[in-house]
Every structure is written in structure tokens, then in C-alpha cells.
């Protein structure tokens, strides 16, 4: 409880090492669990409940990176391992679509503030690669070169785009969100 500090509640049977994600309306838990994702309600947060449990594609085990879409519809995952994005329908248990990177190793990715965008980060330590994909079809969009791989994000309303690269000489970036100038 934020109000006296003590636990609420356990959650059963999630590994230590679980990937969690909030949904932006609060009303759900997402976790990784084993080759599939599970959803639980947690509107009682005493009593957290596993609404769902949805198969991840290719049965890959563990995402990287595991996020709801702005409006808590959909779940994106990205496994670093097999370079792959996999959005998938809630309410459905549908794949809406699953794309694989063709980079040497796929980095950050993060969804744009209206949901209808997903950026990724990919490529290797000398030269990386900012792609936009379109959330409902997973379509890539506009590419751009970039130094190396590193941090992703958007700002002012979603209006840019703000990547990081750069080991030896850090350094961020801000573009166009729309078209990557």
C-alpha cells in the first residue's frame, strides 16, 4: 500500500527473473512465463487474479522487452535472441503480427504516445539503424542511419523521436516522429 508502506499481496508463481509491464490504464499485469504471456487483473490489487495466458510466438521463452500498447489493448514483445517483434490482441489471443530484425542485434523499442507507431533501435556497436513499424500491421516505415545502438524514446506529444548512440562518444539525437528527417 503507498499509504502504509506494507505488502499487499504475492504474486503466485512468477519466476524472480519475470519481465513485468503495467498497462497504462492500470487494470492489468502483464509477466512472461515460460513460452507464454500472462495477463492478471489486478483492479483488486489484494487479490491479483491470471485472467490470461497467451502463447508466445515460436514458443521463445523469455522476451526482452515486454509492453502494452497506450491504450492497454495489445502487447508488444521483443526478443532480443531471435531479433523478433511480436505484437499481440489481449482480448483476442491473436498474433496480429510478428516481423524479425534483420540486424545483428535488436536494441530498444518503444511505442509512440497515440500507440500507431513502433520505434526500434537495431544494428550493431558501429552503426545502428532507427526504424518506425506501424503498430497494426507491423510495416516498417522510415529508416535512419544512426551511430550505434543505444536508448529510444519519444517526446513532446510524440512529435520526436530522441535516440542515444555512441560508446566511445555518447551522444542523442532528436528527430521528425513522422519521418525520421
Do not use: C
Not at 20 to 49: E, K, M, Y
Not at 109 to 131: E, I, K, R, Y
Not at 162 to 180: E, K, M
Amino acid at each position: 500500500s503507498m499509504r502504509t508502506g506494507k505488502r499487499l499481496t504475492l504474486m503466485p508463481d512468477l519466476p524472480f527473473s519475470a519481465q513485468l509491464a503495467w498497462s497504462p490504464n492500470g487494470r492489468q499485469l502483464a509477466a512472461d512465463f515460460g513460452p507464454s504471456i500472462q495477463i492478471w487483473d489486478v483492479t483488486r490489487p489484494d487479490h491479483p487474479a491470471l485472467s490470461e495466458s497467451i502463447p508466445t510466438v515460436h514458443g521463445v521463452p523469455r522476451p526482452d522487452y515486454l509492453l502494452f500498447s497506450p491504450d492497454s489493448r495489445r502487447i508488444l514483445t521483443a526478443e532480443t535472441e531471435d531479433r523478433r517483434l511480436t505484437m499481440t490482441d489481449i482480448a483476442r489471443h491473436h498474433v496480429q503480427w510478428s516481423v524479425q530484425i534483420n540486424d545483428l542485434t535488436l536494441g530498444q523499442v518503444a511505442f509512440s504516445p497515440n500507440g500507431n507507431t513502433v520505434a526500434v533501435n537495431s544494428g550493431d556497436p558501429g552503426q545502428g539503424h532507427l526504424t518506425l513499424y506501424r503498430s497494426a500491421t507491423g510495416k516498417t516505415g522510415p529508416t535512419a542511419p544512426i551511430q550505434s545502438i543505444g536508448g529510444i524514446g519519444y517526446l513532446h506529444g510524440g512529435q520526436w523521436l530522441v535516440a542515444t548512440a555512441g560508446q566511445s562518444a555518447p551522444a542523442a539525437q532528436l528527430y521528425d516522429a513522422a519521418n525520421l528527417q
